[in-house]
Structure formats: structure tokens, C-alpha cells
């Protein structure tokens, strides 16, 4: 990411445009077009250190080829630099007889030449390193008449040896802005130039070269001004002569190029033509154009104008896992872009990586009509706007945790791919570093535990685990995997199982068929469906249709995808039952166990990427039977697109060969071979097949984010249940960190607290104060305490209701520690650290 202290830059990689935000640094109250006087009291000269003598390098001319020069070396021995400890340091004093921009260049072939301006009585004005070519010094600065004074030093001091410079001191050429005339309706005013080393330095940030241009505009219009440049990177500046700084852009046009629209007032405007890169990092010479255009209102208006109107993401999202970005972009000018044979590109752009872009949708008969808005889904729909197919939510994954953003934008062209228009909208969101829900409480193995998950202002989640009988009772690491995984389907799942989108639409009532799901792996997933279709072809006869060589029957294959649907229909009906048997008593004050937890995720796995599919296929064949035109009919190839959107992952039925081969399938070629006739027979049955498919190959996937979210996608207990094998490695014991926690009485009455290495090492976490204000027997959790980069747990403290204070400590596995001494009395003295007994926290071990 570019950066400068007046621009933030953020680039879209590989999109043909960018997006920048612009601040200018201070406010500017006004800003003359004539030169400017920057001046500001600045450090003295250090106090003790002995002035070197100044060389007088005389005045300098009013002409603009006037120029003072002098020359030297550093020789190691020469005069203390005044501002940089061990350099040596030549001092020059100058005369300005006549105002305005000067360049003072300090260039050495052997050394890094630092230069620093004063006043004549040693106020620093201001200091330069690198400014001119590789590692010379510039200073360039708009002077009043007076005497100066010039430090020429050195960065790296005497340790990099003697070293020869030149300094010169000259009027900037260049730098008076050129009057382009007065701006009226159908005739532009326009510039061109080029950007320089040479070139006169930027009003705004002096190092970034830029060319300064006059305009009068006589009666009040809406202005657009575009600075153009081919291989340099454009920034542009609208200054009033009486009321200051009016617009700055970078990228607001096309690419790179800069771009200003405004309604002006009559009167004289400014514009500075620079770009976003500093002299020496510009390109040896970078060509530009200018171009202000008095707008035509009432043809714009009458033309087309899209919009970003509304951008949709949940207020929280967790890091890593993935959102959809919902939106609403529509046509609010008075011309249709069908006008133009435009065409729209929607692109979204995040915190590093996040990028996405659609492809370029064209006009079509009706679409981006004026007036006319397309929304991605409900949650940005409006009373008018309607679905375009091109235009979908974008899937965004943030992984820092934090306050964040995500920018969406619309771009429109014209039918030669030229940018005739851009918007966009920001939109903040937090990032969490894990899933959050209040307090719950579940059994694991008969104990009751409570289980909580808070996040700070910073997104950073903590999860505790406590025994209802005990609070304080340590709880094993195995036992707070399971409690925090029941807790997290208690409240992720469970609370709101009957809107999840996968089975909103199963019907819960009919006849039933049991199931039992051994875990939610794709691995197991995948044999039951593979055992119930084998069962299914078995039972329609087509194996033998195919060993007689003969023609298939469209029908009988519907009948094969029917009799899966019935049968998962009837599962879910099953199931359902099942959920509400247990969600009933739960919702009554009963507690979640973990057995409870883990089957009811198991079974949700299997309705959602087996049972849903399996039905939404045996619903598409029902329907196109009823239908006059069969397959062809609208309401039922939308359907089929809706199968054929589920079954679009890479090889779907790879997974199923190796689980056919496992059970060891008698003529598993017979089968594969029949599969692919009956895909060509009915390709609605390769759609209805490969949905199931890719959703039960997204299992693993899903599962792992979810244990992610609860942060205990590392334990090896749950991942066993999981179906998932753990790799084969060695275990290398560390000793245990040996420690003691710090604590102190602050001066606002809070508790500071830290630990105490065995070595005498104190580790401060970032977020370490108790409040005095804070509820009596209530843990408040330290921020990670990290030794070497690794973190090893956190700090914990609480107020009691006597007054006092207990401090305690939590592994990084949230195992609780309770040293020995750990009461802090009413009384301790403020600024002083107390200590805790000492305490073994135990380390994770190598993996060899």
C-alpha cells in the first residue's frame, strides 16, 4: 500500500481502475495562487553545542537563472552537526532579497547527504533527506526576504568515512501558475506537461513534482476537471483564490487518472497537476494532460447515472470464515445505458486480499433502463428493485480480527471499454477473531459447565468454561473442547435449526425412516449416500436394461431419482422429530449434553448436503411430469439451474468411485459405465446426483470452520470424533514456564497486572487493568501473555465482595491455575509490584 502523510492509497489488483481516498492533512484556511509563505517556529539550535562558522554565500538574484553556490568535504574532523549526533557538518548563510520558491540541492557522490534550513537566528524551518536524485538532499520552499541559514550534513556520520558534495541554492523555474483563460460551455481549456526531477515541487508536499494552472469561470457551473497520464500516477488540486483548498482527488477517473466534479461559484480556481509519487520514484519523465469541461446539467441529468444504493454485510463476522456482500446498484439518471451500449462491472475491494470483480454485464433489452435497480437478495431489496442474474452477492473472507471495511463500487463503459461513470460505497463491520454467544450452559460426561464467549472492542474473543458445582475447579482440556463445542451448537445450531436455507422448504410431517449418522465428516456422509443410491439402482432393474444393450427409458431414471427423494424426505421427517424431542425440553431449561450436541450436528450435515438435494431433485422431476412441456417448461428449468448451480465443484464423483471401491462394489465399472448412460439419458439425474456430491464434499470444509470459530479446531479429542486422523508425529516434553503473577495499584485506582518469569522477565499484556469500578466476583481475562511470540495464557483477575482482589491465571488450552497466593488486600501501596506464589504453565510440546 502506497502511503504519504496527505494520501492513503488503497490499489485493486489487476481490475483497470483503483480506488483512493484522499485526506489533506490540516486544515487550509486559505491559499493564495501567488506563492506561498510556509514558515513555522521550529527547534533552536542545540543548547551547549558550539555554532560552526557560517560561509556567506552572498544574496541571491532576482532573475530566475540566479543561483549561489559552494562546495566542501567532509572530512570526519569538520564542525559538530547541530541536530545529528557524530556527523560532520558545514554551515552557509544566504540572503533573499525577493520572495518566492527556492530549491536548495545538496548532492554528494560518496555520501548521504542531509540538508537542514534555518532562520538566521537558528529557528529550524525544516529538513530534507533523499529528496533530490538516489541519496541527495533537496529543500524547496517558498522564502519571504530575509537571511537563511543552511546546515549541509551527513546520515550515516563519520563512521562512513570523508565524502565531497556540492550545494547549490536557486529559484525553483516553473513554479508561477500559467492562466489557461476563462472556461465557458462547449469549449475546454486544456494543458499538457510533463512531471520531472526537475520539476517544481507540489504546493501541498513539496517532493512530489507538480505543475500549477489559473482559470476563470464567470458565472456559477457545475465544473469536472481530469488529469490524464499514461505511465505517471495523477493527483489533483482545486484551490479558491478566497476560499482555499476546494477538492483533491487521486484515481477518481479512469485507472490512475484524477478526477474533480464541482459546482463552483464565479471566480478565479487554481489547479495543481502532480502525482502520487515523490521525483525520484516517478518514471524519468512522465507526460499528463489537463482537461476542465463546464458540464451541460440538464444533458447530464438526462443521461444515464449508476449508483451503488445499498451495501449489506453482517455487523460481525468471524476471521476466516466466510459472508456473503449483498448490495443494490440501479440506474437513478434519465437515459438508459442501452443508449450508449454500455456496459456495467460491480467490484468489491477489502483489507488485503479481498478483491472480486463481475465480469463486464452488457445491456440487454430492458436492463439498466432508467429508473431500474437490481438487488443481490432480500436483505437489499427495495419496493421496485427486482433480480438480474449477473448481479450476486460476492463471498468475502476477512482474517484480521477488528474494526474493518469493504468498499463496493460500480464502473460503467461505453461499448470501446472507455469509463463513463464510477460509484461506490464504504462500509464498516467488525471482525472477530472467534464465534461469540452469551452465557449457556451444557453437560459433558454428567457435569454441568457454563460456557461463555465475549469479544473485546478490538474483536478479540475470549471463551470461558466454568463448572457449575465449582467455578473455580480446573477443567480438563478435553473436557472444555466438548463444552465449548456443545455450547457453540447450542447456540449456532440448534436455537434457529428450522430457518437454516437448506431445509427451510422439507416438509416435516408424512411417513418417517430412521437414520443414524456416525459423524458429519464428508468421508462418512459419502458412504451413506453411497450405500442408499447402490441400493436404488439395484432396485430399478437398469443394470440389466444396460447388460441386455439396451436404450434407456427417461422415465425409469426418473423413477430412480424419485425413489431417493421419497426416502430422504421420509429421513428428514425423522429427523425433525428427533430435533424437536430435543429442542422442546432444552428450550424448557433442560441442559444441551454433548452427545446430544454432536448427533444433532451429525444429522444436520446429513439433511443439508444429502437430504435437501436428494428432495429439491425429486420436487424438479414431480413437477416437470405435471408440467404440459415436461422438462422444458420455465418453472421447471429453473429448478434444474438451481441443481446444476449445487453440482458445479471439480470432479464430484471421484469421492463416490473410492467409496464404491471401499465396499467393495461388484461390477463397479458396470455401474460407472451405467451412471454415464443415464446422465445422457436424463441429465437432470447427473444434476440431482452431483448436487449431493459437492455437498457432501464441502462437509469437512464447513466442519472445520465451525471448530475454528470456537477455537478448537486443534483438539484432538473432537477431531477424532470428527472421523479425522490425526498425522503420525513425535512429541518432544518441554519443561513448564515457571512464573508469577505481577500485579499493581495504579494511580486511577485500577489493577495493572503481568507475569514474572523464573528469570525475572516481566511480560506486560496489552490489555492488563482491572477496573475499580468492576462487578464483584466477575473474571475479567488479560489479553494473550506471549513469551518468544508464542502466547501461553492469560491473566485473570476479579474483585470480591470484601474488597479484595484474587488474580489467577489460564493456559493457552483455558486450563485454570490457582496459585497459592493470590489475594491482593484493601490496603496495598500504589506503584509498587506484588507477586503471586509461583505457578508451572505447562508448554506445548515439539512435533518432531
Not at 136 to 154: F, K, S
Not at 526 to 536: I, K, N, P, S
Not at 806 to 829: H, K, N, Q
Request: with cysteine; net charge negative; charged share 20%.
Amino acid at each position: 500500500m502506497k502511503h504519504h502523510k496527505y494520501v492513503q492509497a488503497l490499489t485493486l489488483p489487476s481490475a483497470g481502475f483503483r480506488i483512493r481516498i484522499l485526506a489533506i492533512a490540516g486544515a487550509l484556511a486559505t491559499l493564495a495562487v501567488t506563492l506561498l509563505v510556509l514558515g513555522w517556529s521550529g527547534s533552536a539550535w542545540a543548547q551547549g553545542q558550539p555554532a560552526c562558522e557560517a560561509i556567506d554565500l552572498g544574496t541571491l538574484g532576482v532573475n530566475a537563472d540566479s543561483e549561489l553556490t559552494g562546495a566542501g568535504r567532509w572530512t570526519t574532523n569538520n564542525c559538530d552537526s547541530r541536530f545529528r549526533t557524530g556527523s560532520d557538518a558545514h554551515t552557509y548563510r544566504f540572503e533573499v532579497v525577493e520572495g518566492g520558491r527556492i530549491r536548495i540541492d545538496l548532492g554528494s557522490t560518496d555520501g548521504d547527504s542531509f540538508l537542514y534550513l534555518m532562520t538566521e537566528d537558528g529557528r529550524r524551518l525544516t529538513d530534507n533527506d533523499d529528496g533530490g536524485a538516489g541519496l541527495d538532499a533537496r529543500i524547496e520552499r517558498d522564502l519571504t526576504p530575509g537571511i537563511y541559514v543552511v546546515e549541509a550534513t551527513t546520515v550515516g556520520g563519520r563512521s562512513r568515512g570523508p565524502a565531497d558534495f556540492t550545494l547549490s541554492i536557486s529559484r525553483a523555474a516553473g513554479c508561477n501558475p500559467v492562466h489557461l483563460g476563462t472556461l465557458r460551455t462547449g469549449v475546454d481549456l486544456t494543458a499538457s506537461g510533463s512531471w520531472s526531477l526537475d520539476t517544481c515541487g507540489s504546493r501541498f508536499v513539496v517532493e512530489h513534482p507538480a505543475h500549477s494552472y489559473l482559470f476563470n469561470l464567470d458565472q456559477a457551473a457545475h465544473v469536472r476537471v481530469d488529469l490524464m497520464s499514461e505511465n505517471g500516477d495523477s493527483v489533483l488540486s482545486l484551490v479558491s483564490t478566497t476560499d482555499g483548498l476546494i477538492a483533491a482527488n487521486d484515481d477518481g477517473g479512469e485507472s490512475r487518472n484524477a478526477r474533480i466534479n464541482r459546482y463552483l461559484a464565479p471566480g478565479t480556481y487554481l489547479l495543481e497537476a502532480t502525482t502520487y509519487l515523490e521525483r525520484d520514484y516517478q518514471p524519468l519523465m512522465a507526460d499528463f494532460t489537463l482537461v476542465v469541461h463546464r458540464v451541460d446539467e440538464e444533458a447530464n441529468q438526462a443521461s444515464f447515472l449508476l449508483k451503488v444504493e445499498d451495501v449489506h454485510t453482517p455487523n460481525q463476522v468471524v476471521a476466516g470464515q466466510p459472508f456473503d456482500i449483498h448490495y443494490r446498484v440501479g440506474n437513478l439518471g434519465g437515459g438508459d445505458l442501452a443508449d450508449i451500449n454500455g456496459n456495467v462491472r460491480v467490484y468489491v475491494v477489502g483489507p488485503r486480499p479481498l478483491f472480486d470483480i463481475t465480469g463486464r454485464i452488457d445491456t440487454s433489452e430492458g436492463s439498466w433502463a432508467s429508473g431500474v435497480s437490481y438487488h443481490t437478495g432480500a436483505q437489499t431489496a427495495s419496493e421496485t428493485s427486482v433480480e438480474l442474474g449477473e448481479i450476486a452477492p460476492f463471498e468475502a473472507t476477512l482474517r484480521s480480527p477488528g474494526p474493518s471495511w469493504i468498499f463496493v463500487g460500480v464502473v460503467t463503459d461505453d461499448e470501446d471499454e472507455n469509463e463513463r461513470g464510477f460509484h461506490g460505497q464504504w462500509h464498516n463491520l467488525m471482525v472477530l477473531s472467534g464465534t461469540t454467544f452469551d452465557a449457556v450452559t451444557v453437560s459433558v460426561q454428567g457435569t454441568d459447565y457454563q460456557v461463555e464467549a465475549e469479544a473485546d472492542s478490538d474483536g478479540m474473543v475470549t471463551t470461558t468454561v466454568s463448572s457449575v458445582v465449582d467455578p473455580d475447579e480446573a477443567v480438563d482440556a478435553s473436557l472444555r473442547a466438548k463444552a465449548i463445542y456443545a455450547a457453540g451448537v447450542h447456540t449456532q445450531v440448534l436455537d434457529g435449526i428450522f430457518e437454516r436455507p437448506a431445509i427451510t422448504d422439507l416438509s416435516a410431517t408424512g411417513a418417517s425412516a430412521s437414520i443414524a449418522v456416525e459423524n458429519p465428516s464428508s468421508t462418512a456422509l459419502l458412504e451413506q449416500f453411497a450405500d442408499r443410491y447402490t441400493g436404488a439402482i439395484t432396485a430399478s432393474g437398469l443394470p440389466a436394461v444396460l447388460a441386455a444393450k439396451e436404450a434407456l427409458n427417461p422415465a425409469d431414471i426418473e423413477d430412480v431419482v424419485l425413489s431417493l427423494s421419497r426416502s430422504a424426505s421420509m429421513e428428514y421427517v425423522s429427523l425433525a422429530a428427533s430435533w424437536n424431542a430435543l429442542r422442546d425440553p432444552i428450550n424448557n431449561g433442560e441442559v444441551l449434553s454433548f452427545e446430544n450436541a454432536f448427533s444433532l450436528y451429525s444429522d444436520l450435515a446429513y439433511a443439508e448436503r444429502v437430504i435437501s438435494p436428494a428432495v429439491a431433485a425429486g420436487r424438479a422431476v414431480e413437477e416437470a411430469r405435471a408440467a404440459e412441456l415436461g422438462w422444458q417448461d420455465a418453472g421447471v428449468q429453473e429448478l434444474l439451474d438451481d441443481l446444476a448451480g449445487q453440482a458445479s465443484c471439480r470432479n464430484p464423483g471421484s469421492g463416490l468411485r473410492e467409496v464404491l471401491e471401499e465396499m467393495e462394489t461388484t461390477d463397479l465399472d458396470e455401474m460407472l459405465r451405467l451412471d454415464a448412460e443415464m446422465r445422457a439419458a436424463l441429465p437432470a439425474y447427473g444434476f440431482a446426483k452431483d448436487a449431493v456430491l459437492c455437498a457432501v464434499a464441502g462437509a469437512d470444509r464447513h466442519n472445520t470452520l465451525f471448530l475454528q470459530g470456537l477455537a478448537i479446531a486443534d483438539n484432538n479429542d473432537i477431531l477424532e470424533l470428527f472421523g479425522y486422523e490425526q498425522p503420525t508425529t513425535t512429541t518432544v516434553a518441554l519443561p513448564p514456564y515457571r512464573l508469577r503473577i505481577i500485579a499493581m495499584l495504579d494511580e486511577e485506582g485500577r489493577i495493572e497486572h503481568g507475569v514474572e518469569l523464573s528469570g525475572g522477565e516481566q511480560i506486560l499484556p496489552s490489555r492488563r487493568h482491572l477496573s475499580p469500578d468492576a462487578p464483584p466476583d466477575v473474571w475479567q481475562i488479560s489479553s494473550d501473555v506471549e513469551v518468544d511470540g508464542n502466547p501461553i495464557g492469560r491473566v485473570r483477575s476479579r474483585r470480591l465482595d470484601d474488597g479484595r482482589v484474587e488474580i489467577g491465571f489460564m493456559d493457552a488450552v483455558g486450563e485454570t491455575i490457582i496459585p497459592e497466593i493470590r489475594y491482593l488486600s484493601t490496603d496495598i501501596p500504589a506503584g509498587v509490584w506484588l507477586r503471586s506464589a509461583e505457578i508451572e504453565v505447562t508448554r506445548e510440546p515439539i512435533l518432531e
